[in-house]
């Protein structure tokens, strides 16, 4: 692999990491699935499932890429060639063309209101007199703007062209550079917006219930849901680990970077409960309001509206959320990019065209679902939400099982040791522990999540 594909600092390969986790999957997923599972206890055992599992997979899709220096199926290609390994590659590089198709278009719904916000649009003439006028207000903007039939795909198609953009300069000049603007802006606005709901009247109560466990909402299904969460907030069993590991330089120290980046994701999601939680406490919301599309959609421009500043807030919360989605996307397009460079021999120029012009009318389909499309169901779901079940429920946890049954029991032998050690030049000391993760306790636990989806 040419060294114009390995991330040029560590700095860079951390930001491009966390930029690949942090997405909408902390910002928006996490509140609801928290307050959907009970508050601090979900919080807890989402806290559990990274640090005794999610980092271990993480290392071993780390290593893999790293060992076999190559996108994520010819990785298995070249590390046991000759078997059907590669198979688990290919799900990952499906699974992340699949989870592209409906994101871009919740990347599109972002710009979108980034852009309404800046112009004043979203706000103008809102009813605030009461709050059923100020729902009907806002439900009515949702309307205009997500559910209509135009708008959505003119977003979206500017989406996949702004990541083209930033795809085509390559690893080092597009992806790295992204990622070391947008990350520390993110964290900067991030803990702004979190000021600001944490000094609102009444603000306390929402900090109080996002940090007080109710032990007794905890079900089987609550940490089923918490390992989902933490699957889909670290990119797990997408590919991604595995492009991004090839591009990590030999020196690398994947145990320190794999915590950094779970840590990081983890304070995101927590910054983000303290920014959310608050300010539907301060304004007495219902709890109905933080479900789905409405959350972001709804419940925080009818927040920003009543509070001093309202498009200033509007501005840099939908930039944040846009700037999180962006540096997502660009991590499950760089996956199928690097396969069809490494595959095909294609030129980056080549493979960024044919990885991301199909996307533009399977994208558009996608955004249709909530208009003209709407009657469309497949096994009774829209496009969208078809398309993020399929991905999300299924793929990635047999992507992550393939892995870790890979890694742990049918890859050549020592590779997650050596790539852990860097070659038995440094110690890590935690090694023992993720291999039994790896080989045993991982496969279990994930199994049993995507059991318990489908029943
Ligand atoms: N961790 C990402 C998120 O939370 C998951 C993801 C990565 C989704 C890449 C889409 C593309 O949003």
């Known amino acids: 692999m040419s060294t114009n594909r390995l991330f040029k600092s560590k700095v860079g390969l951390i930001a ?13 997923r996490f509140p609801a699935e928290t307050q959907a599972n009970g508050g601090a206890a979900f919080l807890l055992l989402y806290i559990c499932c990274i640090f005794m599992l999610g980092i271990s997979v993480m290392l071993a899709e780390f290593s893999l890429g790293r060992g076999g220096r190559s996108d994520s199926v010819t990785v298995f290609n070249k590390l046991s060639p000759g078997k059907s390994w590669w198979l688990v590659g290919a799900a990952g590089i499906l699974a992340s063309c699949l989870i592209a198709c409906f994101y ?22 809102a009813d605030l007199s009461n709050s059923a006028a100020a729902d009907e207000f806002f439900t009515g903007k949702m309307t205009d703007y997500i559910f209509s039939p135009l708008q959505p795909v003119i977003f979206t198609a500017l989406v996949i062209l702004i990541n083209l953009g930033v795809l085509m300069g390559g690893v080092q000049k597009g992806i790295e550079r992204l990622s070391n603007v947008l990350m520390p802006v993110l964290f900067v606005v991030l803990v702004v917006l979190c000021c600001v709901t944490l000094s609102l009247p009444g603000a306390s109560a929402g900090v109080e219930w996002f940090l007080s466990p109710d032990f007794s909402k905890i079900t089987p299904m609550t940490v089923v849901n918490a390992l989902g969460q933490c699957f889909f907030s670290l990119s797990l069993g997408m590919g991604i680990l595995i492009t991004y590991g090839a591009y990590y330089p030999s020196d690398t120290r994947l145990t320190r970077t794999s915590v950094i980046v779970a840590c990081m994701t983890l304070l995101v999601a927590l910054l983000v409960g303290f920014v959310i939680f608050p300010a539907v406490a301060s304004f007495g919301l219902s709890d109905h309001s933080l479900r789905g599309v409405t959350l972001v959609f709804q419940t925080l421009p009818e927040v920003f509206a009543r509070i001093p500043g309202t498009q200033l807030w509007s501005i840099l919360f939908f930039f944040l959320l846009f700037a999180a989605a962006l540096t997502s996307t660009v991590s499950s397009t760089e996956v199928i990019i690097a396969f069809l460079q490494d595959k095909f021999g294609m030129s980056r120029l080549k493979a960024c065209c044919v990885a991301l012009l199909p996307l533009l009318p399977c994208s558009a389909l996608c955004s249709l679902s909530f208009s003209s499309l709407r009657g469309f169901t497949i096994f009774g779901l829209n496009l969208f939400d078809f398309l993020d079940t399929v991905s999300t429920n299924i793929m990635l946890p047999l992507v992550a099982i393939g892995v870790c049954v890979y890694i742990g029991w049918f890859a050549p032998r020592g590779l997650l040791k050596s790539q852990l050690s860097n070659e038995g030049t440094i110690r890590s000391r935690i090694t023992g522990f993720v291999i039994f993760v790896v080989r045993y306790l991982a496969p279990v636990l994930i199994a049993t999540i995507l059991i318990t989806n489908f029943i």
Not at 16 to 28: E, Q, R
Not at 104 to 125: K, P
């Open 16 to 28: 491009a990491t966390v930029g690949s986790a942090v997405g909408l999957g902390n910002i928006w």
């Open 104 to 125: 871009m278009v919740v990347e599109g719904w972002t710009l979108q209101y980034f852009w309404n916000s800046l112009t004043g649009d979203l706000y103008a003439g």
